[in-house]
């Protein structure tokens, strides 16, 4: 019992001395993330923009979509299908990116993806820029951009048998090399280091 104290203790430390150390970040910063394990077993160290703006991301992401070439993916999938996911991922992206009143109308009318934008979002509290705390499991997090990543250890990776509008609809994800699918959280407790600045915490 006394070992799970100070465990709980010293992820507590760790925690306090990661927001008093983002707090004193202006503007973007790299920070490294050494031994992360994720919900999968994998284990790996990456690197993180903290500060890097979503918003443009998604602006980018969006012209992304408007300019990609869907033949390039005819014969893997079907043209129509591949038609159908591109309309959506426009669309539900246009609509994340609406301003607030915008999205007021849609939220009267119990659009699907603007309530899972306000589920995700109500989740969190938001401490400092790149700290975030979700508020039913307790938990801490860091996220940011992700910049580089070196799998240290490979996890155990559930198979999901998605239906062809989502496998054309995540092909055409790859294929634009989306920028907002690059930002990630990271339980700060599941992290062997974190180093920022010059510090390791």
């Known amino acids: 019992m006394q070992l799970v104290k100070t465990q709980e203790v010293t992820n507590e430390l760790r925690e306090l001395a990661t927001i008093e150390n983002v707090a004193n970040i202006k503007g973007t910063s790299f920070i ?3 031994g992360y394990e994720n919900s999968s077993n994998e284990i790996s160290n990456q690197v993180i923009l903290l500060g890097a703006n979503y ?4 602006i980018k992401d969006l012209n992304s979509y408007k300019n990609f070439d869907i033949n390039s993916l005819v014969g893997e999938y079907d043209l129509d299908l591949l038609n159908k996911g591109l309309d959506q991922l426009i669309s539900s992206l246009e609509k994340t ?4 009143d915008e999205k007021e109308a849609l939220r009267l009318k119990n659009d699907a993806t603007i309530n899972r934008s306000d589920a995700q979002k109500d989740a969190y509290t938001h401490i400092e820029n790149g700290i ?4 039913d499991t307790d938990t801490l ?3 940011g951009y992700i910049v580089s990543k070196k799998v240290i250890q490979k996890g155990s990776y559930k ?4 239906r062809p509008l989502t496998l054309a609809k995540n092909a055409i994800k790859k294929a634009c090399n989306l920028r907002t699918t690059k930002f990630r959280q990271f339980k700060i407790e599941n992290a062997s280091k974190l180093k920022m600045q010059g510090i390791s915490i």
């Open 159 to 162: 198979v999901v048998k998605s």
């Open 32 to 34: 490294g993330i050494q």
């Open 55 to 58: 918003r443009n991301a998604q």
């Open 97 to 100: 990116m609406l301003k607030d």
């Open 132 to 135: 975030k705390y979700h508020k």
């Open 141 to 143: 997090y860091i996220y």
